[in-house]
């Protein structure tokens, strides 16, 4: 790696990568509050990066567009959240643009047109009719991915293009090209792919990028980009990225921040980077469960039924792999710290756990423990640890969606994301031991 491709860190400072997974708005919000701790706590500085996933991503641009984590003082990084958090608690994003209403009413009306002219019009011609309305349909249906970045451009971005993001910290969002099976990564001073190396955001809307990072199969089409006007230092073969939702290549956003100095030793970015030496990992995702899954053996609707619950398998198993071995590296960084050169310390934080759970498991006399001790006092010990749990439970269940989501569950999913992630950095990292906010903190921020 040349050392051009790299900011040195002894003055900057910068050595933390934070990665933001997906899951709608409740994404959203669980890595708001984790990145509130992460102020609170004066880690400000020293974040390099934040990568994102689908409902990560709708923050991380919006914290990139507002915000410049490296100076922004705890109060300061309050009040800039707090427009967004109104946003997704009180109208939402996708759902809350009179576009999007005008959009479904459109398909609406082709439908109900079509059911008119069948009982009004000889056959002949209401089967002309329904094939022109299947024809319509099928167009409107092709532009849904283009309804729902004018939305998040209407609810949070106005306008703003790529590098209109803060540079000082890479905000990067993923997203996953369906011709490769691959990542493209999305930033304020640069777009990277493996197959066609670094290149420039050539004026690339934010809202475009965030909404193909959010582009939830099913839900939303590909998003089709072209390649040329990123100036790429090579030639991939193919003219478009193909794009959906990053999640369907790593729904946790580690990628980036784990293989980015391999990056770096092939090819050359427009901008230095700094690579980390600590991963905060804040996943909103948490595995399904049991799911009764009644519909299995109807005719027809059964066969769409297996493929969801296949699919739904495959990502848990493969987001539970990623969680293990992410687990696994951290546990070999912190048995040797003295040998901790060149590899990559960190916590997970996931939306399913209390701030109890990981304390519980490090109680003893070392210095773990200690941290573990202080960490259960400052939570409210044992006359708390219910109470978290319930949290948890109730979390984890909030809809992953892109609609708006109440104000209560909004401000609980914020504070456990902020008790949580200080909980487990504090135990594994040693980052400050600060007192989460109450109740009525939250509540005012997204009321």
């Not at 984790?34 to 990560?56: F, M, N, R």
Request: some cysteine; glycine content about 8%.
């Amino acid at each position: 790696m040349s050392s051009e491709n790299v900011v040195e860190l002894a003055s900057q400072r910068q050595h933390i990568a934070v990665a933001l997974s997906g899951g709608g708005h409740r994404a959203s919000l669980f890595a708001l509050g984790a990145l509130l701790y992460l102020i609170d706590a004066g880690k400000g500085p020293e974040i390099a990066t934040v990568s994102s996933i689908s409902g990560g991503s709708i923050t991380n641009g919006y914290v990139g567009m507002t915000t410049d984590l490296r100076t922004v003082s705890p109060d300061g990084f309050w009040r800039d959240a707090q427009p967004f958090a109104r946003q997704i608690t009180a109208v939402g994003t996708v759902f809350a643009a009179p576009l999007t209403l005008s959009y479904l009413a459109a398909g609406a009306a082709v439908i109900v047109g079509a059911v008119v002219a069948t009982v009004l019009l000889n056959a002949a011609a209401a089967w002309l009719v329904w094939a022109v309305a299947l024809l319509a349909v099928g167009w409107l249906a092709q532009q849904r991915s283009w309804i729902a970045s004018r939305a998040f451009d209407r609810a949070l971005f106005r306008g703003a293009r790529l590098d209109a993001m803060h540079a000082g910290v890479a905000h990067v969002i993923c997203a996953a090209d369906l011709q490769t099976a691959e990542h493209v990564y999305f930033s304020a001073r640069f777009v990277n792919s493996y197959r066609a190396g670094w290149g420039l955001p050539g004026g690339l809307r934010l809202a475009r990028a965030v909404q193909a990072s959010a582009a939830l199969p099913g839900a939303f089409n590909a998003v089709v980009l072209p390649v040329d006007v990123h100036d790429f230092e090579k030639s991939p073969p193919f003219t478009s990225f193909k794009l959906t939702d990053g999640g369907v290549y790593d729904n946790m956003g580690t990628e980036w921040p784990i293989r980015l100095a391999e990056r770096l030793g092939e090819g050359t970015p427009p901008v230095a980077l700094a690579t980390a030496d600590e991963l905060i990992v804040i996943n909103a995702s948490a595995g399904q469960g049991v799911v009764r899954r009644r519909s299995l053996r109807t005719p027809l609707l059964g066969e769409i039924s297996t493929l969801l619950a296949v699919k739904d398998v495959l990502y848990d198993q493969t987001t539970a792999v990623r969680r293990r071995l992410l687990d696994l590296r951290f546990r070999v960084t912190r048995r040797d710290p003295a040998a901790r050169e060149g590899r990559l310390a960190g916590a997970l934080v996931q939306i399913d756990r209390s701030p109890f759970d990981l304390p519980d498991a490090f109680e003893g006399s070392d210095t773990l423990g200690a941290r573990a001790k202080d960490v259960i006092e400052r939570l409210g010990g044992d006359d708390a640890r219910q109470a978290w749990r319930d949290a948890a439970d109730a979390n984890r269940s909030v809809k992953t969606a892109l609609s708006k989501i109440p104000a209560d569950h909004a401000a609980s999913v914020l504070r456990h994301a902020y008790a949580l992630t200080m909980a487990n950095c504090h135990v594994l990292l040693d980052y400050p031991l600060v007192e989460p906010p109450d109740d009525t903190r939250f509540r005012e921020l997204v009321s």
